[in-house]
């Protein structure tokens, strides 16, 4: 930290006048300009923590979601058995080889998620 815009004395005793140009510019003293500089980088910080543990937050949610999914998958197979044979789904069985490009299917379910979504925009506001 520099010492601004206070005089200083230098090994002779002769006082001298410290050049700082850009605080000098905005502000009178260095110390106000690094105290606000301080609290900007200090509530940068804690914007940044605030997001990562929004996102965190996130991430647990979505994560338990995927558990209750693959749980209800493995419980009720007979409950998807339509997804990928829908009209327009396309499935090349070979020998040696199985592909699976289920497109209607994935526009189904995109339409529902689309739905819930939307429903949920809408009895929140």
Excluded: C
Excluded at 86 to 111: A, H, Q
């Amino acid at each position: 930290m520099g010492r601004g815009n206070r005089p200083f004395r230098n090994k002779t005793n002769t006082v001298y006048k410290a050049i700082n140009p850009i605080p000098h510019l905005f502000f009178q003293d260095t110390t106000n300009f690094m105290n606000i500089f301080v609290e900007l980088v200090r509530q940068e910080v804690d914007y940044q923590n605030y997001v990562m543990m929004k996102m965190a937050r996130w991430f647990i949610i979505l994560g338990i979601i995927l558990i209750i999914i693959g749980v209800i998958l493995y419980l009720t197979p007979w409950v998807f058995k339509w997804f990928g044979h829908l009209p327009g789904d396309i499935r090349i069985e070979k020998e040696n080889i199985r592909i699976y490009f289920p497109i209607t299917s994935m526009i189904v379910i995109s339409i529902i998620l689309t739905l819930i979504v939307n429903l949920i925009r809408y009895f929140k506001s």
